[in-house]
């Protein structure tokens, strides 16, 4: 009888500690899923989720399988830091992907700095994503994606000398620190390249009518102008343009584009420019780009985001590997060691002082007459 007892107890620790073993890696996904940018939010969980379903399929990290917990910062700052909260302390996850919101992010920044738990986002390009107000890096905050001045200084690369465009005007969201940041560093590389800026107009983040900046922007004699936004003020914007008879006006925008801009904006949407992380004709993506289509039944159409989120899980599940276990702190030293990892965009080595991507090139995108965001240029940092 007690050897039957001890062989049961043994048993029981066994499977116990069987089970604890077998544990998920819990890994959060901070992304817009309702609002104005539930379709970029929605299409890099699909992607993430794809890419874990790939890793687990393959026998998951460390002997265990990954787990993706998904919170709804329904774009707003509070939303976002609230759910980060909850991750941490309740969900217990090791690491958190996203958002695309360099504003989000920056909310965000000193929770899980605190709680040592590392966010990668995926298009947040504003410099205070990764670094303090002294330029002190932050060591839980990372990104995959450029950042504002490089995407500001091919902007204006693109307007003042490609295009030959002189006369600039820029209409951005007054409250947006992607759309302060873009814009800053646009103006800067732009009036050094010979530019002037003749009109620059702001709104509020709940405008949806801007025709009264834009009658500026028409008077002022501008032959480009810059727009910092995101998808949905950006087709608005474009649109009323067009409708003002602003025809002859190029127009640049940043990594904000989306593909839904067509169904606000229409034809006016051709001949825009767009500065970009990577194009929806990349050899290197164009796999993922059909097994998505193959999982989702969607055409792939916010190529982007599902670049950027599938190309981040693989970044984050090889950080794991490296770091040998799931834990905040040996994976935020192993993300910030990142060197010459090839993923299906881009080679990846991240700066230490800044937990930025070295020397990643920026695609410049121009709309075609069928509507569709096709490569104009790549362009590697100097």
Known sequence: MKKMLVLLTLLSIFAAGAA???DPIKVGYLAALTGDYAVYGQTEVNASKMAIDEINAKGGLLGRQI???VYDTKTRNEDAVNAVRRMIE??????ILGANSSGINIATGPIVNRGQVPQIATLATNPNVTVDAKGNVLPYSFRICFTDPYQGALAAELAANTLGKKKGAVLYNVGSDYAQGFREF???NYEAAGGEVVADEG???????????LTKIKNSGADVMLLPGMGKDM??????AHDLGMTDLTIIGGDGYGA?????AGDAMKGTYWINHTYLEDPGMAPVFENYKRVYKDDAKEFVNITMAYD???WLADAITRAGKAEGPAIAKALTETKGLKLNHATLAIDPKTNNPLNKAGVILKVGDDLEAKFFEKVEPK
Not at 235 to 240: E, P, R, S
């Open 20 to 22: 604890f073993a077998a």
């Open 203 to 213: 709104f509020r983040e709940s405008d949806v009518d801007f025709r009264a900046q």
């Open 90 to 95: 309740n969900d217990k996850v090791v690491a």
């Open 312 to 314: 981040l899980t693989y």
């Open 260 to 264: 839904f801009m067509n169904e606000i």
């Open 235 to 240: 087709a608005l914007a474009i649109k009323q």
């Open 186 to 188: 646009f103006v800067k």
């Open 67 to 69: 787990e993706l917990v």
